[in-house]
């Protein structure tokens, strides 16, 4: 069955026995973060539907709270915090109440496509044939990266959804369109004179990243420092004649955008790719893979197309009470924070030659070959009966993209406009940070390191021959009890 129809039974099944409770007073919620926001009651309607408040039992970064005891914030604070994010753009861009009021309610549901453990099930997802498909059908529509958005994107353009939300804008008088809305999610407008509208939600400096950074970084504990109120004030609307109406920067908006980028930087290696948070992604996928390859179903869900991680969040899986015991075992695994450790790191500055590696990280696009190394690694003789093949995995995780240079337009007169890579060398930045902070790793059971690392050097010379220096093995800091 296509995504668009596994998406309209879903969305039919989740609101047959919705009530609207119709709320007639404005709220006023306290974010963390940014402080005081008030919500229409509109607003207040829509973050009371199942399908956003889904969203507070989905993690923002993953088990990160494993490495970081108080990031334990949600999609669903994330979602209010970009209302508030798109909220004082709308301002700074004089937007009509119109547009204002759709930039703040997409703000609110631009996350609705995501699954568990956010980022970490999408890896999953994405590998999906009913994905693929419908990546493949509008190829220009849609990000291969974020498939979380074109499902946001469909969901709303099911029946079920449009007549839920016409009837909440009939009630409330609003004029706001829902087309315009999931319009912004996938960051394209229909017309070329209103895609400002979308770049506030989906675009290179959007209310998305704005709050992401700051909030990522408060909740970890991570320093960090954006002016975002400046930012506001150095963002204009490109309304040259003929071009595409974009939000463009001030020429006195340049440092703060260096700012963003920076801690953009600084967080990938801090947070997103820190290797106890990759382990523990490890591990969640292998929760999905179990279910796979033993053919499991838990709670009449097989996990085998997207609805299904749209049916649950976080909590499903951290508990291991009526889970099948192979499946059990791996959640007691994350309960208990027994987490796999480096057996072995991967970077330019670990191996002996570069041309090695060049071919493994080829690789970082097919998880299906990955996989197959993995096991080739839990077969060898000396970790046979061991351990099992879920407890070994190689992560290659994505560097940090920067397009948002070449993406971004800087106006430095009324006749001069330049993209901002002229004023910043992001391809420098990209280099220097593949050379000397990117890792990837070689996953094992704590007890095994040793054995991991000397087996997986011997595959990864035996298919690549890619050979590695002793950083490899110093920096994967292996246990004093390790065999």
């Not at 549901?109 to 498909?133: C, M, R």
């Not at 930012?231 to 920067?249: H, N, P, V, W």
């Not at 920076?262 to 382990?279: D, E, Q, T």
């Not at 999905?288 to 299904?308: A, C, G, S, Y």
Request: a neutral charge; charged letters at 30%; one cysteine or more.
């Amino acid at each position: 069955m296509s995504l668009d129809n596994n998406l309209a039974e879903y969305a039919d099944e989740l609101l047959k026995d919705y009530e609207v409770r119709y709320i007639d007073r404005k709220k006023i919620i306290r974010d963390a973060v940014f402080g005081t926001h008030e919500l229409s009651p509109l607003e207040v309607n829509i973050i009371d539907l199942p399908f956003v408040q889904r969203l507070r039992g989905i993690h923002q970064t993953a088990l990160a709270c494993l490495t970081y005891p108080s990031a334990t914030h949600n999609r669903f604070e994330h979602s209010l915090g970009v209302s508030i994010m798109a909220t004082k753009m709308g301002k700074s861009l004089r937007v009509d109440k119109k547009t204002m009021d759709e930039i703040r309610v997409a703000g609110l549901l631009h996350d609705i496509g995501h699954g568990p453990f956010s980022h970490a099930s999408e890896d999953v997802v994405k590998e999906f044939p009913e994905i693929h498909d419908a990546l493949n059908s509008t190829p220009s529509l849609f990000s291969r990266e974020k498939p979380h958005e074109m499902i946001g994107y469909k969901l709303l353009q099911t029946n079920a959804y449009q007549t839920l939300f016409e009837d909440l804008f009939k009630h409330y008088k609003s004029d706001i369109e829902l087309r315009n809305i999931y319009s912004m999610i996938v960051g394209k407008m229909p017309k070329k004179t209103e895609q400002y509208k979308a770049d506030v939600i989906n675009s290179p400096f959007d209310a998305d990243k704005l709050d992401y950074l700051v909030r990522d970084a408060h909740f970890t504990g991570i320093k960090m420092s954006i002016d975002i109120e400046r930012f506001f004030a150095t963002q204009l609307i490109d309304t040259r004649e003929g071009k595409t109406q974009r939000i463009i920067s001030d020429m006195g908006g340049v440092h703060i955008l260096e700012q963003i980028l920076f801690n953009k930087m600084l967080l990938f290696p801090s947070i997103y790719n820190h290797h106890k948070v990759r382990a523990a992604v490890c591990t969640i996928k292998s929760l999905f893979e179990i279910i796979k390859d033993k053919n499991l179903k838990i709670n009449e869900l097989q996990f085998d197309k997207v609805t299904d991680f749209l049916s649950i969040d976080d909590c499903f899986f951290l508990s291991a009470k009526g889970k099948p015991k192979k499946l059990g075992n791996q959640i007691k695994k994350i309960k208990e924070r027994n987490l796999l450790k480096r057996a072995l790191v991967i970077s330019k500055r670990t191996v002996e030659s570069e041309e090695g590696l060049d071919k493994l990280l080829n690789l970082r696009d097919r998880p299906d070959i990955l996989r197959k190394i993995a096991k080739i690694i839990a077969n060898d003789g000396e970790l046979k009966g061991k351990c099992e093949y879920y407890d070994i995995w190689i992560d290659l995780p994505d560097a940090p993209r920067f397009p948002e240079p070449s993406q971004c337009v800087v106006k430095i007169t009324d006749e001069h406009y330049e993209n901002l890579d002229y004023f910043l060398p992001v391809a420098e930045w990209s280099r220097s940070f593949a050379t000397n902070k990117w890792r990837g790793y070689v996953f094992g059971p704590s007890k095994l390191q040793l054995t991991v690392n000397r087996v997986s050097q011997k595959v990864f010379e035996d298919l690549f021959n890619l050979k590695f220096n002793d950083h490899a093995t110093i920096l994967a800091k292996i246990s004093s009890y390790a065999s």
